[in-house]
Nanobody
Framework: QVQLVESGGGLVQAGGSLRLSCAAS????????MGWFRQAPGKEREFVAR????????YYADSVKGRFTISRDNAKNTVYLQMNSLNPEDTAVYYC?????????????????WGQGTQVTVSS
């Protein structure tokens, strides 16, 4: 089992920045591909970003590419999401997740552990 706890959400004006953190405990963090997802009211949960086990490979949704950066610190068992140039369309609950197998994590169903989520609200 792995436990994930997100933090860093909040209210920010359009154009601002936030950094989300996800602290992991349980099974060996450094073996997990990690991902960030988000879910806005009335919408399905959507993929935001993915990072592989050693942090050497990242992948982003087109909607956040160039504005968001995913990173990880395996010594601290933490994955981050730096969000810049935020706009109201980024308003959502943001979730971190651990993929079931190393090298996986390309689609939502490949993630088997989820955090409780942190709210991000961007005002115009």
């Amino acid at each position: 089992q792995v436990q994930l706890v997100e933090s860093g959400g909040g209210l920010v004006q359009a154009g601002g920045s936030l950094r989300l953190s996800c602290a992991a405990s349980g099974r060996t963090f450094s073996r997990n591909t990690m991902g960030w997802f988000r879910q806005a009211p009335g919408k399905e949960r959507e993929f935001v970003a993915r990072i592989n086990e050693n942090g050497g490979s990242t992948y982003y949704a087109d909607s956040v590419k160039g504005r968001f950066t995913i990173s990880r610190d395996n010594a601290k068992n933490t994955v981050y999401l730096q969000m810049n140039s935020l706009n109201p369309e980024d308003t959502a609950v943001y979730y971190c997740a651990a993929a079931r197998f190393p090298g996986s994590g390309w689609v939502l169903k490949e993630y088997d552990h989820w955090g409780q989520g942190t709210q991000v609200t961007v005002s115009s």
